[in-house]
T-cell receptor, first 114, second 117 residues
Framework: AQSVTQLGSHVSVSEGALVLLRCNYS??????LFWYVQYPNQGLQLLLK??????LVKGINGFEAEFKKSETSFHLTKPSAHMSDAAEYFC????????????FGTGTLLAVQP | GAVVSQHPSRVICKSGTSVKIECRSL??????MFWYRQFPKQSLMLMAT?????????EQGVEKDKFLINHASLTLSTLTVTSAHPEDSSFYIC?????????????FGPGTRLTVT
């Protein structure tokens, strides 16, 4: 069965430091790839997505992610962390088609230290 | 655009009672909506796919008689937790789908926190 792995359930960075959140998927067929952010007691907000085309995808709030087929990865990065980036981040995949289910990773809680 | 609302945002109910949660697409029509459940500090688990005018499709292990889903219009899906028990306490999130070229993007509601006492 397809799955999504997010390495590191908790990541802590200093304000201004690089943010790197890892995501790998397990399937031979490249899926559609998504990163969502969730603030406490709120729903999910789409940060960015990869469907087709350019493998480096830019999203909101200065985040970007690169789809690497050979590594089955879609890591999320931001050059300089801000305090407001502290939240839970979920990587998700979808294979489209009739069901279009989203399969979520377990999430990474990002803490930003002053 | 593409705003999804949920009502209520929080609900506390007594064990044995039923609770209805509404999911609305405010500025678009959605033939398909999804219901997710999220336990504290865990990921989202898909419960069911709600299709307008037809029966919902439930994921394996989800009791369809306990979690009743009705998608009566193109802008409204409801989830009713029947005979709620404390173990049903959770964060319930819905999403609504917009068909796009190649894939259908989902837009998420803000979630409903259910506490069963």
């Amino acid at each position: 069965a397809q799955s999504v792995t997010q390495l590191g359930s908790h990541v802590s960075v200093s304000e201004g430091a690089l943010v790197l959140l890892r995501c790998n998927y397990s399937s031979s067929v490249p899926p559609y790839l998504f990163w969502y952010v969730q603030y406490p007691n709120q729903g999910l907000q789409l940060l960015l997505k990869y469907t087709t085309g350019a493998t480096l995808v830019k999203g909101i709030n200065g985040f970007e992610a690169e789809f690497k087929k050979s590594e089955t990865s879609f890591h999320l990065t931001k050059p300089s962390a801000h305090m407001s980036d502290a939240a839970e981040y979920f990587c998700a995949v979808s294979y489209g088609g009739a069901t279009n289910k989203l399969i979520f990773g377990t999430g990474t809680l990002l803490a930003v230290q002053p | 655009g593409a705003v999804v609302s949920q009502h209520p945002s929080r609900v506390i109910c007594k064990s044995g009672t039923s609770v209805k949660i509404e999911c609305r697409s405010l500025d678009f029509q959605a033939t398909t909506m999804f219901w997710y459940r999220q336990f504290p500090k865990q990921s989202l688990m898909l419960m069911a796919t709600s299709n307008e005018g037809s029966k919902a499709t439930y994921e394996q292990g989800v009791e369809k008689d306990k979690f009743l889903i009705n998608h009566a219009s193109l802008t409204l899906s409801t989830l009713t937790v029947t005979s709620a028990h404390p173990e049903d306490s959770s964060f319930y999130i819905c999403s609504a789908e917009i068909p796009t070229s190649g894939y259908n993007e989902q837009y998420f509601g803000p979630g409903t926190r259910l506490t069963v006492t």
